[in-house]
């Protein structure tokens, strides 16, 4: 509109340019007021993380290390961080449609060119927002962290880092893999609160199991009571009993409850203490006869 006197500046300026004004106030405002509450609901959800309370199993866990409620910490942090990055485009994309609105702008064209930019980039990365949506729904959902020993199908190996579009880990050969978040399929998590390793010990087919039985117990039993392996252990390995006999091997398996990452590791010690106290009290082990097959020293002719 024309001006020409101060009282009609006066009334422009109180017209759009202090609406454009209180527009953007209002949404500065806005902006803090969310971000504020994200933080609130972050920092809540981390002290909640950090309180929880567990099952005994869980408990002996996170007594041994604090990996768990750490990653807890970081997904709070994470889900925080997303929604103030959408809070604040969601927010500066309604003032500036606004402000050009007041300011006489069309947002007709605007409007439509967006809507066929937002279809053509809807259809050429699709793989894009595929893989993001899936990572944002792994971090909801604290299906893995870093440090997790997880099986993607693609590859098996333990998680470096974590973003919304790919996941990377390095398996036991040391190849890192770049795994993209909409690929996976399936997560089989290893780490996941508790393992269980399993022992098989081979002995003569002729062994009677009422004697062997009973030195496995006692190695189990030993195995739980030394404090440096029972910082690894959930509860006592328990002894299963005879799980097969063939071909003149009679093979008796123990079983051992273990922190996620020890069930490699226990079934070596296990076995070492077995075979000392196998040999000690005069328990043979399957003969191996020049053909290949396995039989007890009783029955070989």
């Known amino acids: 509109m024309p001006i020409d006197s101060w ?14 004004v209180l527009i953007i106030v209002a949404a500065v405002v806005l902006g803090w007021l969310v971000r504020r509450s994200i933080k609130g609901v972050e920092d809540a959800a981390a002290a909640r993380a950090e ?8 408990k002996v866990v996170d007594a ?3 990996a768990d409620i750490e990653r807890r910490h970081q997904r709070a942090l994470t889900l925080g961080s997303l929604l103030r990055s959408i809070a604040t485009f969601t927010i500066a ?6 402000v050009m609105a007041e300011i006489g702008l069309p947002l007709g064209p605007v409007l439509a060119s967006a809507g066929v930019g937002g279809v053509a980039l809807g259809f050429g990365a699709q793989s894009l927002v595929k893989d993001f949506l899936a990572g944002v729904f792994m971090i909801i959902e604290d ?3 870093v440090g ?44 996941e609160g508790w393992a269980v390793a399993t ?17 496995l117990h006692q190695v189990a039993e030993e195995v739980w009571a030394d404090p440096e392996q029972h910082a690894r252990l959930i509860e006592e390995p328990s002894v299963a009993g005879v799980e097969s006999v063939s071909g ?34 005069g328990i043979r082990g399957p003969q191996i006869n020049p053909y290949g097959s396995s039989t007890g020293s009783s029955t070989q002719a």
């Open 93 to 98: 994309t309604v003032a500036i449609l606004t």
């Open 7 to 20: 009282e009609d500046f006066g009334g422009w300026l109180l017209g759009p340019p202090l609406r454009v």
């Open 248 to 281: 003149g091997v009679m093979t008796l398996r123990i079983f051992a409850k273990c922190r996620p990452g020890e069930q490699w590791a226990m079934p070596r010690v296990i076995r070492q203490r077995v075979k000392a106290v196998l040999d000690a009290e």
């Open 51 to 58: 309180n929880k309370q567990r099952d005994n199993t869980d």
């Open 148 to 191: 997790d020993l997880i099986d993607t199908g693609e590859a098996v190996g333990t998680v470096e880092e974590v973003t919304l579009r790919i996941t990377r880990l390095r398996d036991a050969s040391g190849v890192v893999w770049f795994v993209r978040n909409g690929e996976i399929i399936r997560i089989g998590n290893k780490s």
């Open 199 to 215: 022992i098989d010990i081979p002995v003569a087919y002729d062994e009677e199991p009422s004697r062997v039985l009973p030195l």
């Open 64 to 66: 041994a290390t604090a």
């Open 143 to 145: 299906q893995y962290g």
